[in-house]
């Protein structure tokens, strides 16, 4: 199959679960002591209810649940929330949110807020004009949390991303070639997520070459590809919402010793990060797999960033895999694992693969092969 031809697995992907989740965020508001929720985050918005519009805020009270949205979202917002069998209600206004958004939550006197989604100005908006008469709280990363386990048609969706990401780079591949721009490299595997299904590209696809892939997150420019070039090319597709992610890194033609040294240091450190991946490890631990595997090839100081990530309707989202993380992982998670060196004078590295934590460890989610040698014609 190439990458123009839809993928078969969007054509049947498994119903998503939404309907259950309220109750799940009305246990963990409860436990935080707090009588009701007011969820801002789009993508919080959109896993809650079904809801993918632009514009919205969700009540949630121990009884009720109601989207208030406006005209734009007057057909859509009732259909999307009935076709994920979500019990809500939904108010369409464009002037009066506040005076909805309060009747919304009733009797309600101690109402938290997004902490992480919710800015100085609107918080201003919440307390002087559309709720004044209750006792404002905060939540961090509640709702992420629940978000973290993905259920058999998150992780479908995740692993069709993937797959197109697989077929659209396997197609760009005889492309990476001298005299192509890291631009326009960019632009075609777009196009050919799309083609293959996509809704459009995760995040800003990376492509860096030569001097720029010591960048490790450099943007593509003007800058075309020549002999002997290092390339990264970080990408990652949606599918319904849910994205993927991952890194291939390429060399134009044959790579030297110092190149090797880089491409077979970081694939082993990424094979050891992802053999320490099981439910009740440590993220840190994935990290440190990952740091000491680099540390015996002289190349630990070199490792710049932090090792992964969750991936999900976000490109990043909890939890964190880097030294500094508290988080252990669960069954459920989707998470990458990418370490990376970036060496100035010889260019950077990067490996990353998608992968989902199940109770025997690691499934892989992103399977293109990692053959960094490009023949230059």
């Known amino acids: 199959m190439t990458a123009g031809a839809p993928h078969r697995e969007i054509e049947s992907l498994p119903e998503m679960a939404v309907s259950g989740r309220a109750e799940r965020v009305r246990r963990a508001v409860a436990d935080a002591g707090h009588d009701a929720l007011v969820v801002t985050r789009l993508t919080n918005i959109r896993w809650l209810t079904g809801f993918t519009g632009s514009a919205g805020i969700v009540a949630v009270t121990p009884d009720r649940m109601t989207l208030v949205t406006d005209g734009r979202y007057d057909s859509q917002a009732g259909s999307e929330l009935a076709a994920a069998r979500v019990d809500a209600d939904v108010e369409i206004t464009t002037t009066e949110v506040g005076h909805r958004l309060r009747a919304a939550l009733g009797d309600s006197k101690r109402v938290a807020l997004e902490a992480d989604d919710v800015t100085w100005t609107q ?107 290092l390339v990264i090319i970080d990408a990652g597709a949606v599918v319904d919402g849910y994205r993927s992610d991952m890194t291939r890194t390429f060399v134009v033609g044959e790579p030297d010793d110092d190149q090797t040294r ?27 797999a ?88």
């Open 290 to 377: 990952c740091r000491d595997a680099l540390g015996e090839a002289g190349l630990a100081e070199r490792f710049t960033h932090g090792t992964g990530h969750g991936v999900g309707l976000d490109i990043h989202e909890l939890p964190s895999i880097s030294r500094r993380s508290k988080a252990v992982l669960a069954i459920g998670d989707v998470v990458t694992v990418e370490p990376g060196v970036y060496v100035d004078e010889v260019g950077g590295v990067r490996w990353e693969d998608l992968v989902h934590v199940t109770a025997d460890g690691a499934d892989i989610l992103t399977r293109s092969p990692k053959q960094p040698a490009i023949a230059v014609p």
């Open 123 to 229: 918080l201003e908006k919440f307390q002087e004009h559309w709720l004044p008469d209750v006792e404002l709280g905060a939540t961090s990363g509640l709702v992420a949390e629940l978000r973290r386990a993905k259920d058999d048609g998150e992780v479908a969706r995740i692993r069709a991303a993937a797959t197109i990401t697989d077929r659209a780079l396997a197609d760009l591949r005889p492309r990476i070639e001298p005299g192509i721009s890291e631009h326009h490299l960019g632009l075609e595997l777009d196009a050919a997520m799309r083609r293959a299904g996509a809704s459009g590209p995760a995040f800003e696809t990376i492509v860096v070459s030569g001097p720029n892939s010591a960048l490790p997150h450099g943007r593509p420019g003007p800058r075309t590809l020549v002999e002997g070039d």
């Open 262 to 288: 880089l491409l077979d240091a970081v694939q082993a450190a990424q094979e050891a990060g992802i053999a320490a991946i099981g439910p009740g490890v440590a993220a840190a631990e994935v990290d440190a």
